[in-house]
């Protein structure tokens, strides 16, 4: 499954400058693996003992990974993976 | 000015103080830190009541090196001793901390003073927020105050009332559809492409410095003392945090003496992730879908709920969540024994309040603040039906027959 993952410009100083990445991926975790493999330094930033820190959103077309399958949510060709900070907002 | 650098909360990197609010380390929140080796308590308690009837008496535990141009000061709201509802709920000494009081009725003009005179400061000239309502408002008005282009983004199902008293201040006002989680998320992306000033995103170390002034304002009005424990509604968490961290850095720097009250914090039970949390003894919030009329709390992922979590548990305190049917009673309640109309959000402070006095976990010897954070008017649904009207024709046979039947005079 070809898919799009979106870096935030927070992380982009790991990724040389790249906001967008193409992977292969039929997982959020496979996508996100394929990206650490392109971009080392990112694995470390963003996950911690083999989950995503606590301030690490993940989203699929808009919809927060945790209201699906978390890493395990399936990915169909095209997706686009967005990874936010989660320190944004509050009212 | 006192205030040093941005200090990850996560793991204490510290960054220059400009628009930035995540660590590039580990993703953690920033915060404000500051530097008060040279303050005199004895002598910052005077500057504090020879200072300006508003925030800025607090200038020096903001970020700023001088007191900012204010055409719209807010702060300084009435803190009313609340003996009726006391007696009603068989509590010893309530205080209601009204900022309702406040330019846009509601302490959403707090965090927003402080957030647009620092993008000012920085040089931004367009203002923009993502809001559950109160926000909207404060900086839709604030921007018009001082000049500014804002964009204010709202899920578009808001109550009317806050839609109104957003638009007509000239800015742009778009609704999206969706929830408010939807609502950030679309404000943390056009962020990052933007050369605008988000108060709650880039800005978001500044703005929620502003909700410290309302422990400093407790502190003073009740003659340089704490109360045993206050009440506080939670939606980000964030206003609920920084009532914690304004009466520890006074408490610290010796302005007043005594413990951090315990800390209840007050959610609606459909959409209460952080007392859901509390309550399973989790460190992190699931995040919910929110189905309440308490629009304004309405946060579904809380930013600053981890936080929350950990001042409720520190302090001995906790985090309650009531129904809808409890929060109209609770506005109610405050109403009919205070004189004051709050919406939602301090109907939930209220229920919150009163389901802790009947559950006996207030001693009656403690000294309670509940916060009061916004004005009924903006949320005139949720009490409609809650009262009957007695219509009459102008004559005293009229009045007489619907108020004073033959039987009862």
Sequence with gaps: MAVTVKIPAQLRSVTDGEGEIEVEGTTVGEALDAVFDQHDDLRERITEDGGLRRFVNVYVSGEDIRFQDGLDTELEEGDEVTILPAVAGGE | ????????????????????????????????????????????????????????????????????????????????????????????EVWVKNDAANPTHSFKDRVVAVAIAKAQELGFETIACASTGNLANAVAARAAALG????????????????????VYGTRLVGVRGTYDDVNRLCTQLCEARPWAFVNVNLRPYYSQGSKTLAFETVEQLGWALPDRVVCPIASGSLFTKLGRG????????????????????????CSPVATAFEAGWEVCKPQRPDTIAKSLAI?????????????????????????????????????????????AGGVTTAVLAKLADAGAIDPSERVVAYITGEGLKTLEATRESFRMHEIDPTIEGFEAELEPVATR
């Design chain 2, 1 to 92: 000015m006192a205030a040093e650098a941005l200090v990850c909360k996560e793991c204490g990197r510290s960054y220059p103080l400009e628009a930035r609010y995540v660590c590039e380390s580990c993703f953690g929140p920033l915060e404000v830190s500051y530097d008060h080796a040279q303050l005199d308590p004895a002598e910052a308690r005077r500057k504090i009541q020879a200072g300006s009837r508003g925030i800025w008496r607090y200038a020096d535990f903001l970020p700023f090196g001088e007191r900012p141009r204010d055409p719209l000061e807010p702060g300084l709201t009435p803190l009313v001793r609340a003996d009726r509802l006391a007696e009603r709920l068989g509590l010893g």
């Design chain 2, 247 to 270: 009466f520890r850095e006074w408490i610290d720097l010796g302005l007043v003496e005594g413990e951090l009250p315990a800390f209840n914090g007050a959610q609606a039970s459909g």
């Design chain 2, 148 to 167: 500014l282009d804002s964009y204010v983004f709202v899920p578009s199902d808001l109550e009317e009332q806050k839609l109104l008293a957003t638009g």
């Design chain 2, 300 to 344: 579904g992922d809380p930013a600053d709920g981890v936080y929350a979590l950990e001042l409720a548990r520190q302090t001995g305190g906790a985090i309650d969540a009531v129904t809808d049917d409890e929060i109209r009673a609770g506005i109610r309640l405050l109403a009919e024994t205070t004189g004051i109309f709050t919406e939602t």
